[in-house]
């Protein structure tokens, strides 16, 4: 699930880690590979086979040394889901975070399901 791969990245970050190991899935590798092209990651690879797949991904720091990711919020929970329109989507933190969406074109962030025109589920604000 997403919300274990993302306290796992928040925790490593936290302790100064270089790499994490994330146990392997697709959308997993769709939520990182956002994140990516975001600029909260530095290298995303996939590896291993079968049922030994899994995803390292190399952390990115700030020139101060301070981790890229400061807090995540989920907002979109199994018991609740929350969905909107691209007309609705709002900025986070004021500009300098980011929402991820889950859409029918793939998990995007804010600004590309606002060029898309695409709305769909808010599943975590990053900063």
Known sequence: MYTDTLIRIKNSLARGK???KLPYSRFD???LDALSRVG???LITRKGRGTRRIIEVKLKYKED???SISGIKFVSRPSRRIYTGYR???KSRQGYGNYVLSTPQGIMTEGEA?????????LFEIW
């Not at 606002?114 to 808010?122: A, D, I, L, N």
Request: aromatic share 4%.
């Open 88 to 90: 609705e989507i709002k």
């Open 18 to 20: 270089e790499r994490v």
């Open 114 to 122: 606002r060029k898309k025109k695409v709305g769909g589920q808010v």
């Open 40 to 42: 909260y990651l530095d």
């Open 29 to 31: 590798l769709e939520v």
């Open 65 to 67: 040394g301070l981790p």
